[in-house]
């Protein structure tokens, strides 16, 4: 029959075995190479977090037993806790820095020209939404009542080109974007900015009423495709350390 100060350690053990299995992950998730900005940033979260967990483990070690230091992950490498925490504070600005929405492609259409009715407003975020009255052009519903030239709709920038040249596009108002002639912008792909959001995406107009308003388009959304977390990682790692410790005291009793 153990005691609890052995179930302890043993819980600890086995957490710090689990949690070696996470390392290679964390080198995947800040230096390895994944489709979409979005999604990269998602997973250098989510390897924060499995640092988060490192450095508690290693505090936890600590405080439990000076004994307990050589089984820590972190214990015998300093210079890695130096370089993990700079990369943990670069990632951290880098959760506040530009999105690419390279997910699937949505269709948009104006069901009628009223401004004030949410359906007929393309809400891509919070800050942007987009409408069309019966006449002029678009604007953005959630911080503005009407169209404005050369400046509508208010907190986006405009470029044609693709979404994969977006970093070396030049933006612009959305009337000097189409030369002030919205039809010639049908059927050409271009390059939105949500300058609040920072967000980049592609869209493309597939029709715009001359009179009486109404507009369609195609655009890019948010890539929501989900990759194993870290976190989980962490679980598969303490249940595959703790079938083992498991086999091993089977063993030693048998």
């Not at 503005?144 to 080109?161: I, L, M, N």
């Not at 919205?182 to 009423?209: C, E, K, N, Q």
């Not at 655009?219 to 977390?229: A, F, G, M």
Request: glycine share 8%; charged share 15%; with cysteine.
């Amino acid at each position: 029959m153990m005691g609890a100060a052995e179930v302890a350690e043993v819980g600890f053990r086995a957490l710090m075995r689990g949690l070696r299995f996470v390392i290679p992950r964390i080198k995947q998730d800040f230096f390895g190479h994944s489709r979409g900005t979005t999604r990269r940033r998602n997973r250098r979260r989510d390897a924060c977090a499995t640092l988060s967990l490192l450095f508690l483990e290693h505090l936890v070690c600590l405080s439990v037993s000076p004994k307990m230091r050589r089984h820590s992950v972190l214990f015998h490498s300093w210079h890695a806790v130096a370089a993990l925490a700079g990369i943990w504070a670069i990632t951290g600005l880098q959760a506040q820095g530009t999105t690419i929405w390279d997910g699937p492609i949505f269709t948009y259409n104006q069901p009628s020209p009223d401004p004030t009715q949410a359906a007929n407003q393309d809400r891509l975020t919070s800050n942007v939404w987009l409408t069309r009255a019966a006449l002029q052009g678009l604007f953005n519903a959630k911080t503005e009542s009407s169209y404005t030239h050369f400046f509508s709709p208010a907190d986006t920038a405009w470029s044609y080109g693709t979404l994969a040249n977006y970093a070396s596009l030049s933006y612009t108002n959305w009337e000097t974007w189409n030369g002030h002639n919205p039809p010639s912008m049908v059927g050409r792909d271009a390059v939105v900015h949500l300058i609040t959001d920072d967000i980049y995406l592609s869209l493309r107009f597939t029709s715009w009423g001359a009179s009486g308003g109404g507009f369609a388009y195609t655009r890019s959304t948010p890539n929501v495709v989900p990759e194993p977390s870290s976190a989980l990682m962490v679980l598969a790692g303490l249940a595959v350390a703790a079938a083992k410790w498991r086999r091993r005291r089977s063993k030693r009793f048998s």
